[in-house]
């Protein structure tokens, strides 16, 4: 089931994920619309895409730049029990589906960005709604910059789009359905397998990893080395007395040394 701009379900190719796919012309954020809907008893794998975003959402409040032209969507999900480091997960998968058709080198910076050439293509935002242990509905927002170019988006924010590498354009609604049958059958092997399964894969498209970063958090910067991710998806370093401590989230990583990152 599909729709046409205004949310209204229309039909359209059937698959579980992307069955139901309430499509906008522009939202403020498609988390947002996906917390409303889930709130109101939509299921598990039905997604909000929009064209444009005006007050499209990054980790802790940042600003999401949405224009037309890129892939922006949230998932809905009704796992009762989610995969550990599951930013990271949808982080992996993407970039392994564009990686089978495209072979970009792309890179993965912990814990949710999408690189190609040292500039962000795309990133992912999760936020769970609990009530008590077991969260209630997990929203994972995804926005991917396909075939919008510069336009829309600030200089400072050192942006790539697929199309820039590939010099094509990507009708967004077949990539959309194929990426949601990527994205299923992953996510199901990781509910069965859990996230170590995929820490290898993961490690190997992370140029964080043994080298020198700086980690921002509320408390201020500090330089570590990146040594590995955990069994849970965080990032475990050695600080500055030589001793392991794993990071669950900061402010942002930055790579100080190995390939470049804006
Ligand atoms: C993210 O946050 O990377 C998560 C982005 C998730 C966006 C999707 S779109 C569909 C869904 N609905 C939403 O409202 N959000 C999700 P973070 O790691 O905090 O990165 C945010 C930073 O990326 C900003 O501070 C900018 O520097 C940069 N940025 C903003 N827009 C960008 C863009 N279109 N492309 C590349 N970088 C961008």
Known sequence: MTSDGTGAISPGPVRFWGERIHYFKEVTSTNLLAKDYASRGEGHGSVIQAEAQTQGLGRRMRKWHSPPGGLWF????????????????????????????????????????????????????????????????IIAGIGININNSGAGIPAECGATSLSSHTGAVHPLRPF????????????????KRGFPAFRDAIEDHCPLLKNMVEIQEIKGAR??????????????IENRSKEREEIWSCERVRLLEGPTQP
């Not at 080198?105 to 050439?117: A, R, S, V």
């Not at 959309?176 to 509910?191: G, S």
């Not at 330089?223 to 965080?234: P, R, W």
């Open 223 to 236: 330089k570590v080395k990146a040594l590995g991710i955990g069994d849970e998806g965080q990032l475990v």
């Open 74 to 137: 949230s998932l809905i999900l009704r796992p009762q029990s989610p995969p550990k480091g599951l930013a990271l997960l949808f982080s992996l998968w993407i970039i392994e589906f564009l990686e089978a058709q495209f072979s970009l080198g792309l890179h993965l910076y912990w814990p949710n960005d999408i690189y190609c050439e040292g500039r962000k293509m795309g990133g992912i935002l999760l936020e769970a709604t609990h009530n008590g242990g077991a969260p209630l509905w």
């Open 176 to 191: 959309l359905e194929d990426l949601l049958v990527h994205l299923e059958w992953n996510f199901e092997t990781a509910l």
